[in-house]
């Protein structure tokens, strides 16, 4: 049965733990900090190590409730001095609640059970992304459009670090996810799915709008520092990009990402068919 423990010494073995999770020192834990956030990995049924919650912590009832859920959840909770919670935390104003949980497990296998879109799967393949918080969006965005996977190259960010969970919101949690994935394993996989691979980039002569995205397909982005490497493009079945005024060069990938997505959940409808 889980239990609330004091403690106040800041070379405890779980202090020191969470501390490495916090930094990406312990590649199986992830670190969640604040109560959204908390909320969302016991909402996505990940596995709790322990919880550490700040002396000021629970005075509220919401702060009460997930206390109460985290101990249900079969998870120790940690109280700390408020000082020492300081000491742990990675945003400026914390909330006085972290959680260290399992790492959910990614790979291809998470991709070849997910199926949605009425039939007409859709996934992404992002290309050295190396700003976490970027990641996040994207991966929140995926989730939104009802994205059946992401596909995230090696040299890109971890999307299980603090500022990609801060900024996935729990979607990172439940999107299938495959990581660390090299560009020629992801393209070979993608033709023997049979899938389009659509490439969104500024070299594209044809918009985003014009495709036909009721199709089983794999759209590829890259970073907006450097977008997408010629031998990514040569994979490419269409390139494609999206229309901009006024000389703007470039969006921000989560936007891009989004625009583009979106498109396809317009056309496929819940049905899966093209709509007008």
């Not at 296998?109 to 700003?131: E, T």
């Not at 970027?134 to 090696?154: P, Q, W």
């Not at 040569?234 to 005024?245: C, S």
Request: net charge neutral.
């Amino acid at each position: 049965m889980a239990e609330i423990f004091k403690i106040s010494s800041r070379t405890n073995q779980h202090i020191l733990r969470a501390r490495r999770a916090r930094d990406g020192r312990e590649p199986d834990d992830i670190f969640f900090e604040g109560v959204r956030l908390s909320e969302e990995a016991l909402r996505s049924n990940v596995t709790g190590i322990f919880a550490i919650a700040a002396d000021s912590f629970g005075s509220i009832d919401r702060h009460r409730q997930l206390l109460k859920k985290i101990l249900d959840n079969g998870t120790d909770i940690l109280q700390v001095p408020d000082k020492l919670f300081n000491s742990l935390a990675d945003t400026a104003n914390s909330q006085g609640i972290v959680l260290v949980a399992e790492r959910p497990r990614t790979g291809l296998h998470g991709l070849l059970r997910s199926g949605k879109n009425g039939g007409v799967r859709q996934f992404i393949y992002l290309d050295r992304i190396g700003d976490p918080s970027n990641l996040g969006a994207v991966l929140r965005t995926a989730e939104a459009a009802g994205t059946d996977g992401v596909i995230i190259s090696k040299g890109s960010a971890d999307p299980f670090s603090p500022r990609a969970l801060r900024a996935a919101m729990g979607s990172s949690l439940r999107v299938p996810i495959w990581e660390k994935a090299g560009p020629a394993e992801c393209f070979e996989w993608a033709k023997k799915k049979s899938l389009c691979v659509i490439a969104a980039d500024v070299s594209g002569t044809k918009s985003y709008a014009e495709l036909d995205w009721a199709r089983p397909s794999l759209a590829v982005f890259g970073s907006e520092g450097h977008g997408l490497d010629k031998e990514v493009l040569k994979q490419a079945d269409e390139i494609v990009t999206i229309p901009m005024l006024n000389g703007v060069e470039s969006l921000n990938l989560a936007v891009a990402v989004g625009i583009v997505l979106f498109e396809g959940l317009r056309q496929r409808g819940s049905s899966g068919r093209v709509t007008d």
